[in-house]
């Protein structure tokens, strides 16, 4: 067959043959040693994690709500004692406020916020609540809850699951064109120059969710890299070559031709419209979504790049793999709330926009709202720290005092672009848009995801920096990384905004540190 289906994103300027031969390797790993590339990952992410654990060693397991829910399973309920109070261990139904008599060897939760207590037929509290996160960060607890109690240090078990998902995102940058330096560089950048550091080194709740679904996120991504050797084709020495849709069968395959190659499948062998890394891809990302919602917005990848050879079996195969976990959470929530959507959600938000006008949340939007998209826009780009903030009477600034500092984070969050200067690399890969599926894939599924979370009421409030940027931070590194590629190597201007970025998430670690946030 012959001819272009519609979405095959070719180099024009690249005959099918010339193509082929592109797929080569890198000037770095030609006749290398695997072992070797294997003990170079294990060492910088070996070092990454070593820096969570050391940033934030006086972990308390404050906000820790996902081992409550793993309790609550293993109780054989589905809502958490609450609110359990640091005088007593028991919930306590009646009472406004809990006598705070602290026992160390004693877990509370009485100061938790995002919780919906749950009432009986009689309008009073039962002492237990729902949360509304997805479960499958609960899901992981559960062994440990089960073996340690409410006491498990879950914080630390988030800086470890980081330092595993640095590792996984050397492993999925190792099916890209690089050389060591830069496959080294751009893995530095993802564990210390973005806000998964902080995400990592802190582990309450909401960072918990978010090392669980970037972890799974970029293992889906690394699996469908490398069932597609025409997506991530560089020649040796051409650099803007790196991500061009070369000669594939998707190529070479006619929209009549596929359409009839569909129909005889159907009918004699189904299962050959599914192909198994694309579905195994498809079922990762869809896990993912069970940690973190927003992330299922960056399923277009998977039709884009991928194994199967078309854009119509990659994205069917992904999506049939990701609509198995998916329809699992929605039957979570049914069976645990008789709604699709957890209703703690709606509960939540009205409390917040009530609780904390200063913060500009409109009970009468919805939750998801166009008109939060400019407040929140902003913030993503040009939200800045705040600089010689008023102080007490007689303080003295200093740049980390907690009362008189000379510029410090703003808690509501601050840019994507200030915080991590290095996205910055993803321009030069996007000149390639139009010819490249990876660059194409890579750039929807992060706006796709930008935009859902910029619609949301909350960005994130407490945090350092963005992060919300977890979500399509493995998107993004694949084009950071193609970016870095078409300057030819890593440089003064990489090597520059690099560690721009690993300085100022080590302020902001700090920061978070000293705040408590």
Sequence with gaps: MTGSPPFAF???????????????????LA???????????????GLVLLVFLVSNPARHNFYEHFTWQAAAWLEGQTGIRYPVCPSSGEPIFEATTCLWVADPGRP????????????????????R??????????????????????????QTLAALIGGLDVWI????????????????????????????????????????????????????????LRADSSAVAGAEGTPTAVGLAGASEETRTTKAGLAVGIVRAMRHRPWTLIDPHQFLAGFILGLACTARLTVVFGLPFLAFVGGGGSILRRGFSAGLGA??????????????????????????????????????????????????IPQNLALMLTGGPDIMPACPPDAVRSFFSDVCPIVAPKPVGMSLLLTSPAFL?????????RRSRLVAGAAIAVTAIAFVNLMHFSQGWVQFG??????????????????????????????????????????????GVIQGW
Excluded: K
């Excluded at 070719?10 to 770095?28: E, F």
């Excluded at 006749?31 to 992410?45: K, N, P, Q, T």
């Excluded at 690399?425 to 848009?433: E, K, T």
């Design 129 to 154: 609540a729902t949360i509304p996160f997805p479960p499958l960060p609960a899901l992981l607890l559960v062994p440990f809850v089960a073996l340690w109690g409410l006491n498990f240090d879950a």
């Design 323 to 372: 609509a198995l976990p998916i329809l699992g959470l929605v039957a979570y929530n049914v069976l645990t709330t008789g709604h699709i959507f957890h209703p703690a959600y709606e509960y939540l938000y009205q409390r917040e926009a009530v609780g904390y006008p200063a913060l500009g949340y409109n009970p009468r939007w919805a939750i998801e709202d166009l008109r939060y």
């Design 10 to 28: 070719a180099d024009p300027a690249t005959s099918p043959r010339a193509a082929a031969d592109d797929i080569a390797a890198p000037r770095g």
């Design 108 to 127: 509370y939760n009485d100061y938790f916020l995002d919780v919906m207590p749950v009432t009986g037929a009689d309008g009073r509290e039962t002492g």
């Design 169 to 224: 995102a050397w492993w999925m940058l190792g099916a890209l064109a690089l050389s060591l330096r830069m496959r080294a560089a751009v893995t530095l950048f993802f564990g210390l120059g973005t806000v998964f550091w902080y995400t990592s080194m802190l582990g309450t709740t909401w960072y918990f969710a978010h090392v669980v679904a970037v972890g799974l996120t970029t293992l889906a991504l690394g699996i469908a």
């Design 425 to 433: 690399l993803v321009i030069p890969a996007l000149r390639q848009l």
């Design 31 to 45: 006749g290398h040693d695997r072992r070797w590339e294997r003990a170079v990952g294990l060492l910088i992410s």
């Design 466 to 511: 963005y992060r919300f940027s977890n979500d399509f931070a493995p998107f993004a590194l694949v084009l950071v990384t193609l970016g870095l590629h078409r300057l030819g190597r890593v440089g003064a201007l990489g090597a520059v905004l690099i560690g721009a970025s690993i300085l100022v998430n080590a302020w902001g670690v700090a920061w």
